[in-house]
């Protein structure tokens, strides 16, 4: 060990050279958001890190020093910052028509709700365009209400699903909402999640007793019928977390049963992400009503998508409803270049290869950091939660925070998320390769070093 923390950390060799930054000063950066923004809007590190410049997998601050992504911008940049394709296809976009709105026709916006429906399970082949995950979230909800006939909706328990009312309803986690009134006809369900449920037994017992109590929820707060029930199919701000296969297969069948729908908010885990398959909820071999999604798909650019099938989409054009960015010529044009470089690029199967190189090193270094309560996820969407403690599982909130700024002096950034703050949450985007992975791995093992000692 002491040999290893002597060794130099080395970043993998990368040709970009990043152009001198001329703006203003990280220090005139920092006095301005204080002064003018929302104190809400806030910084991850002790010390606030300036990104000025990104090239696939890496992003450089005001110095032009160079850090690998481990985060990708919050799961957004699914193929790599400022991906020459997508750009060359958003300047083009933006040169010739940057906004007209959905009354008039644009062949962009057909076309990438075509490519979507061809990556998705046959029915589910209409898609309404939005701005961002929460808007994507709302709108599904609408959906599954105007079909049901339904009002009440059911959550699980450590969930994110964005932060417009609806949205903040769904969430489930006290550090992410407001005590407004947004929770109306929202039941939160446990989490099948297998290190943290309070049930005992194998992952597939949990999931399965756990699918069980969406049947007591329905029963005892609803009149027997439900519009929907909504999940992530790997939980994302809430920690990598996730429940057996058999979770989302029961959970979809009981819903079902109660006349409600499913919906798959695939924000964090579509795109290939999971390695295995193009859609997270595919890992469990459900289809869904509803798929919601964000973020990756426009790898940067704002943008957002409700996919569903006809009958359900129907019901939102019994009046007008209309969305003014929603399907404008320039995301559509990011979209339908980053779902052509995915597959060009082997981006799915990168995941999966590169995932599977990560997971199995965080499962060595789990052996020798006892910091490490659990090690999971499925491809880049991978999590590290950690412990004080093997047996009481107590959450190591400060040690993780620790971590992260450990990481960062050398040259790696991750994400946290977990109720407790104590998961580090590793998504890179999917361009990354297997000397960013080791590289990865061993500022991780280094940073574990320090902190755990
Ligand atoms: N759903 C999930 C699973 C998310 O992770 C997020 C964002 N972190 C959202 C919805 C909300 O997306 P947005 O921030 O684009 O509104």
Redesign the pocket.
Known sequence: MTDLLAAPVEMPAFEHVPQPYRGPSREEVLAMRKQYVNPAVFTLYRDPLMIVEGKMQYVFDETGRRYLDMFAG??TVSCGHCHPRVVQAVRQQVETLQHATTIYLHPNLPQLARKLASKMPEGLDVTYFVN??????DLAITMARLFTGNNDVIAVRN??????PT?MGLTSHHTWKYPTQVNAGVHHTMCPDPYRSSLDGTPDEIARRSADDIRETIRYATPGRIAAFIS?PI???GGATRGDATYLREAYRITREHGGLCIA?E??TGFGRTGENYWGFQNSGVVPDIV?M??GLGNGV?M?AVTTTREIAEKLAQRIHFNTFGGNPVAMAAGLAVLDVIDDEGLQENARVIGGRLLAGLRELQERHPLIGDVRGMGLMLGVEMVKDRETRAPAKEETAEVLEACREMGVLIGKGGLDGNVLRIKPPMCITAADADFALDVLDRAFSRVGG
């Open positions: 919050i799961v961002s995950g929460s808007e994507a979230n969930a994110y699903h964005g932060g417009s949205a992530e939980q994302g701000v908010d924000v964090q919601t964000a973020k704002p957002a």
